[in-house]
C-alpha cells in the first residue's frame, strides 16, 4: 500500500478524485442551503396564514396566538403536550404524509443528491479512463520502442519522463538502447579494425614470403649450383625470416595492447634507468653510425611504470631518431619533473618530417616520404604511443625540415621517492 501511495500515477488520480469529491459536495452544501432557506420560507408562510385563520376566529385572543407562534423557545413539556393532543384527534406521521412544503423539499433533495452523484460517477469514471489511457499509452510507446529496436532501429529513444515508475522505466529503456547502440557500434568498428588489420598483416607478410618463395624455388629447382650464391640465398632467407618474426611478434603485441588484454605490473620506479637500459638495447646501431646519444637529468624522477612495456616504447622513439638521423649526428633526452609530472624530451638533428606526414607518423603501418629505412614496417611509433597512453602518459611532436624532430613524452604522477 505504501508503495503504491507512492507512485506519482496513483497519487495523481487520488488528489483529482479528492479535488472533484470536494467540488461536488459543495455544490451539494449550497443545493441544501438553498432548498433548506426556501423550506423555511414556505413554513414561515404556512404558519402566517394559519396564525392569520385563528385570529380572525378568535380574535379576543389575538396575542396568545400570536405569541404562541412567535416566541422563540418551546419548552421540552409544550412540545410532548402537543403530540399527545395531536395523536388524541387523529394527527400523527402514520395517517398523514409530509405536508406539501416538506415533500417538495425531500423530494428536491433526493433527485439532485442523485444527479450530482451521477455527475461525480462519470466525472471519476472519466478521470480514472484519462489517467490509465495516459499510463497505458506510455506502456505501449515501450512497447513499440522495443519492437522497433528489435527490428534494428538501435537509435531509437522514448520520451523523457521525468517522474514515476514510468520515469525510471522510460530512463531504462533509453540507456539500454543507448548501451546496445555504443555496443553494437563498438562490433563495427572492431570488425572495420580487423578487417584492416588482416589486410596490413598480408601486406607486411607478402613481400618476405615472395622472397621466400622465390629462394625456395631457385633452391629446390637447383637453378642456382654456385655455393656463394647459394649461401647469399640462404642469408636473405634467415634476414626475411627474422623480419617476419619479429612483424608478427609485434603485431601480436599491438592486438594485446589494442585489445586491452596486458597487465602491467606498475612499480614505482626511476625514469632514468628505463631510459638507460633503453639506449643500451640500441647502441649498435648508433655506434654504427657513429652518432651521440646523451641524457641530461638533474635528479633522479620515480613514477610508477611498467619498466618492461616503456623499455619497449622508448626504444622505438629513439631507434626512430637514429634511422632518421645522419652518421655524426646527436640524439638528446632531457628530463625534467615537477611535483605533478614528470617529462621526457627525445630530439634529434635529422632531417626531421613533412608538415604532410607530421599528422600521421603515430598511424599503425604509415610510412612517411623521408624514409630512410626501407625495411621500416611503420608500427614502431604506433606502439610506443599506444604503451605510453596505457602507462598514463600522452605523447606529442614537433619537426622541421632539414633541423630535427622532438618528441614530448609525459606522465603524470601522485607521489615521489
Given at each position: 500500500m505504501?508503495?503504491?501511495?507512492k507512485?506519482?500515477e496513483?497519487?495523481k488520480?487520488l488528489q ?5 469529491g470536494?467540488i461536488?459536495?459543495l455544490?451539494l452544501y449550497?443545493?441544501v ?5 426556501n ?10 396564514a394559519i396564525?392569520?385563520?385563528l385570529i380572525?376566529?378568535?380574535?379576543e ?9 412567535t416566541?422563540?423557545?418551546t419548552?421540552t413539556v409544550n412540545?410532548k ?5 395531536s395523536?388524541?384527534?387523529?394527527f400523527?406521521?402514520?395517517?398523514y404524509?409530509?405536508n406539501?412544503t416538506l ?10 443528491t ?13 478521470l480514472?479512463?484519462t ?15 522495443a ?12 520520451n523523457d519522463?521525468t517522474?514515476g ?6 530512463a531504462s ?8 547502440e ?6 563495427k568498428?572492431e570488425?572495420i579494425?580487423?578487417k ?6 598480408s601486406?607486411?607478410?607478402k613481400?618476405p614470403l ?6 625456395n624455388?631457385?633452391?629446390l629447382n637447383q637453378?642456382v649450383?654456385?655455393?656463394?650464391t ?20 609485434n ?6 595492447l589494442?585489445?586491452?588484454?596486458i ?6 620506479k626511476?625514469?632514468?634507468?628505463t ?9 649498435p ?8 646519444v646523451s641524457v641530461?637529468?638533474t635528479d633522479k624522477?620515480y613514477f610508477?611504470?611498467d619498466?618492461k612495456w616503456l623499455?619497449e ?11 632518421h638521423t ?12 615537477s611535483p605533478?609530472?614528470?617529462k621526457?624530451?627525445i630530439?634529434?638533428n635529422?632531417g626531421?618530417?613533412?608538415k604532410?606526414?607530421?599528422p600521421?607518423i ?11 629505412n626501407?625495411n621500416?614496417t611503420?608500427i614502431?611509433?604506433?606502439?610506443a604511443k599506444?604503451i605510453?597512453?596505457?602507462?598514463g602518459g ?14 614530448s ?6 607521489e615521489?621517492?
Open positions: 505504501k508503495d503504491a501511495l507512485n506519482p496513483i497519487m488520480v483529482l478524485n479528492f479535488i472533484f470536494l461536488f459536495m455544490v449550497i443545493f442551503n438553498k432548498v433548506s432557506v423550506a423555511n420560507s414556505e413554513l414561515i408562510q404556512n404558519d402566517g396564525m392569520e385563520t380572525e376566529a378568535h380574535p385572543i389575538k396575542n396568545d396566538i400570536i405569541s404562541a407562534f416566541r422563540e423557545n419548552s412540545v403536550k402537543g403530540i399527545e393532543l395523536k388524541q384527534y387523529g400523527d406521521d402514520s395517517k404524509n409530509l406539501e415533500n417538495v423539499f425531500h423530494s428536491k433533495l433526493i433527485y439532485i442523485l444527479i450530482i452523484f451521477a455527475f461525480y460517477f462519470i466525472f471519476s469514471v472519466a480514472i479512463i489517467q490509465f489511457r495516459k499510463v497505458f499509452f506510455k506502456i505501449n510507446e515501450v512497447y513499440k520502442g519492437e522497433k529496436i528489435m527490428n534494428g532501429n538501435y537509435s531509437l529513444r522514448l519522463y517522474e515508475e514510468l520515469g525510471k522505466l522510460s529503456f533509453n540507456r539500454m538502447s543507448s548501451i546496445i555504443n555496443t553494437l557500434n563498438t562490433l568498428g570488425k579494425f580487423l584492416n588489420m588482416m589486410q596490413d598483416i601486406h607486411q607478410l613481400t615472395s622472397s621466400l618463395k622465390i629462394f624455388e631457385l633452391l637453378s649450383k654456385d655455393e656463394k647459394v649461401n647469399e640465398f640462404l642469408y636473405e632467407s634467415e634476414k626475411q625470416l627474422d623480419k617476419m618474426e619479429w612483424l608478427i611478434i603485431l601480436l603485441k599491438m592486438a594485446r589494442d585489445a586491452g588484454a597487465d602491467f605490473k606498475n612499480e614505482n626511476s625514469i632514468e634507468e631510459i638507460d637500459e633503453s639506449i643500451r638495447l640500441l647502441k646501431m648508433y655506434v654504427l653510425k657513429n652518432q651521440e641530461n637529468s624522477s610508477k611504470h619498466k623499455i616504447a622508448f626504444s622505438n622513439i629513439i631507434k626512430n631518431c637514429i634511422e645522419e652518421e655524426y649526428g646527436q640524439i638528446k633526452i632531457e628530463i625534467y619533473k605533478i609530472m614528470v621526457v624530451t630530439e634529434d635529422g626531421g618530417i613533412s604532410e606526414d607530421l600521421h603515430f598511424e599503425r603501418f604509415y610510412k612517411g616520404k623521408g624514409v630512410y626501407k621500416s611503420g614502431g611509433l604506433s606502439m599506444s605510453i597512453e596505457n602507462q600522452f605523447i606529442t611532436v614537433k619537426s622541421i625540415i632539414g633541423q630535427g624532430t622532438k618528441f613524452i609525459v606522465f603524470l604522477y601522485d615521489q621517492k
